[in-house]
């Protein structure tokens, strides 16, 4: 089983929809959750952190965690074209020394 | 402050050869890892440096190896080329102890023909 699962997509959204971006992991142990995001040709770039379980609001974003489902969340409010990059799911694993990503799933907002 | 710089930002080698990346990390950083992204793909952990010594591996063999300076830039070796190595090569610096503070390069987009 991997440690970290996400649906790879892609996903195409109208602009001003709701997007609901998801992620399974296997160890219940894991405690340090995080969102990146990553446009064409370049490096993921840190969108939201969560600590344990709960939410955390940024803007139009928020990142949620449900531990006893083992089931991480990104929720992207009045989605807007500039918001087309994939987004990556990372667990920090490996004692914290890495971070373990999804597949990452492809977003598409359209005009 | 300056983020982190990788070069080159392609490469084209040929199966069997050697290749060498490099990194610059963020200002204030101590730690540097590096990770391969196949297409498609999330990136997988190759391994990271702290204070010169590799600080973790993950499932690559030993043909990957690599070296971190006292400036804390690093460098990425890859012997015997495969065409599976054909990736993007992603450098991130951070700052030891710090859980969220990954910053990545634009990586090296390597092809082997």
């Known amino acids: 089983q991997k440690e970290v699962e996400q649906d790879p997509g892609p996903l195409s959204v109208p602009e001003g929809a709701i997007v609901s971006l998801n992620c399974t992991y296997s160890?219940?142990?894991?405690?340090?959750f995080m969102w990146y995001r990553q446009y064409s040709r370049k490096g993921p770039e840190l969108l939201m952190y969560?600590?344990?379980?709960g939410n955390k609001e940024d803007g139009r974003f928020t990142a949620q965690v449900d531990k006893s489902s083992k089931y991480i969340s990104l929720f992207i409010r009045d989605s807007q074209p500039s918001d087309s990059a994939t987004y990556l799911c990372?667990?920090?694993?490996?004692?914290?020394?890495?971070?373990?990503f999804g597949t990452g799933t492809q977003l598409k907002v359209e005009l | 402050e300056t983020g982190v710089t990788q070069s080159p930002t392609h490469l084209i080698k040929t199966r069997g050869q050697q290749v060498t990346l490099r990194c610059s990390s963020q200002?204030?950083?101590?730690?540097v890892s590096w990770y391969q992204q196949a297409l498609g793909q999330g990136p997988q952990f190759i391994f990271q440096?702290?204070?010169?010594?590799?600080?973790g591996r993950g499932n690559f063999p030993p043909r990957f190896s690599g070296l971190q300076f006292p400036n804390y830039s690093s460098e990425l070796n890859v012997n015997a080329l495969e065409l599976d190595d054909s990736a993007l090569y992603l450098c991130a610096s951070s700052l030891r102890g710090s859980y969220y503070g990954y910053t990545f390069g634009s990586g090296t987009r390597l092809t082997v023909v």
């Open positions: 990372a667990i920090l694993t490996g004692g914290g020394n890495k971070l373990t």
């Open positions: 969560t600590y344990s379980s």
């Open positions: 440096y702290y204070r010169e010594e590799e600080n």
């Open positions: 160890n219940s142990a894991f405690q340090y």
């Open positions: 200002s204030g950083h101590n730690t």
